[in-house]
Structure formats: C-alpha cells, structure tokens
C-alpha cells in the first residue's frame, strides 16, 4: 500500500498542470496511522491564512491607533502639571514645534509632541499668535491653545497722573522697559491724564499718539455741551 502512494505522489508532482487538480505541495508522513496518513495543502488554504493575517494586523494597527488616539486626547484635555502661574513670550515667527519647546521649557506643558499633533489636527497650528501670556496654573493644555490662538494677551498698564509734565511723562515712557521706540517730546497740554493699557513690545510714540487722541477727543465732547 505504502509502494501505491508513493506512486501516486510521484504521479501528480510530475503532472504537467498539477494546479488543477488544486494541490501545490502534496504529503505524506511516515510512520503513517489511522488519523494521519497524508497532508494536502491547497491554494485555497494558503489565501484563507493570509487572508486571517491581514485580517488580525488591520485589527491589531486599529486597536493601537484607537489607544494613541484616546491617551492623546485624555492628555491634551488633562489639568496641567505645573503648580503656579506660568508667563511667557511667543516671539513673532515662532513655528508651530518652537512653541511647544517654549511651553515645555516653562513648564506650561509636559508632553509638547501631543501639543503639535493636537494643534495640527485642529486645524490651529498656524493661528497662533505673537506676544506675551500668562497661563493659569494647572491649565490644560487645549486651554494654552485656546489663550494662544485668541491671542488673549498679558495686558499692561501704565497711569498718567494729572498735573505731569510732558517731560514727566516722557521719563515714564523711557523707564518703561516693556515699550520699545523712541519717544518724540509732545507740547505741553496735548496729553490726556489717563491710565492707559498697552502690550509687550508697544511702540512709546504709538502710546503717545492714543494719549493725545484722548485730548482731543475729550476737549471736543466739552466743547459740544
């Protein structure tokens, strides 16, 4: 009997077509038994266990994706790690990465690469904008993104008592460190005493024409009663 299968063997293995008979590799196995006398391994087998491959890596790359996905988000919308109030400066022209090494460095933030990608993914990564920011402590860091891409701003404030002289209020304005520019001597009575708000990076001249615009505009509403 043994003698006939392996005729049979040698018979389909030098069959000139031998895919039709479905087979590509055809076995047997010494010392046979009465549960295993030969294997056949068909094409159709080998599709099917590829087929489950692909099947459980499409699975298993999901089931990842979902996980970065959910530890992403639970970061990103997660209370902040810093214990105080944090200030700090976006300079003009800082990338999107810039940033995030900024926030890090202030302790703002602790994971800036999920910074980056939630920012991207959002659509925000381009909106963010110049100038300096105080960041509450704890604050999340969807918060952070939020405060930077409405570019709510540290907002300063400088008094201008009544009764100074347009050379006291130049002195001012040059020992506040904050404003940048020359400031140009206004005549005397063009400045309106008022406490007035301006920005990191303010130009000092600038501030002096808001200051004489409110003059003017206050002496035109008195003489219109």
Not at 107 to 125: K, Q, S, T, W, Y
Not at 136 to 147: D, E, H, P
Not at 149 to 157: E, I, P
Request: charge should be positive; aromatic fraction near 8%; hydrophobic fraction near 45%.
């Amino acid at each position: 009997f043994e003698n006939q299968l392996r005729l049979l063997v040698a018979a389909i293995n030098e069959a000139e077509e031998p895919q039709k008979l479905g087979l590509t590799k055809f076995k047997f196995h010494l010392p046979f038994n009465d549960h295993d006398l030969f294997q056949v391994e068909t094409e159709d087998g080998e599709m099917k266990r590829a087929a489950l491959f692909l099947l459980i890596l499409v699975l298993f790359v999901s089931a990842s994706a979902a996980t970065l996905y959910y530890w992403g988000y639970r970061t990103f919308n997660a209370p902040g790690k810093s214990g105080q109030a944090v200030r700090m400066v976006v300079p003009r022209g800082a990338s999107l990465r810039r940033i995030s090494e900024l926030l890090y460095e202030a302790r703002a933030i602790d994971r800036p690469r999920v910074f980056v990608m939630a920012a991207r993914l959002l659509g925000e990564g381009r909106a963010i904008k110049a100038g300096e920011y105080d960041f509450a402590a704890g604050a999340s860091q969807r918060a952070i993104l939020n405060t930077l891409t409405l570019g709510r701003t540290v907002q300063r404030h400088i008094t201008i008592s009544e009764g100074l002289s347009v050379g006291d209020v130049l002195a001012l304005l040059n020992n506040t460190t904050a404003l940048h520019g020359a400031a140009s001597l206004p005549r005397e009575g063009s400045l309106l005493p008022e406490t007035y708000r301006f920005k990191l990076g303010d130009d000092r001249n600038a501030l002096i024409r808001r200051m004489t615009k409110s003059m003017n505009e206050a002496v035109s509403s008195l003489w219109s009663k």
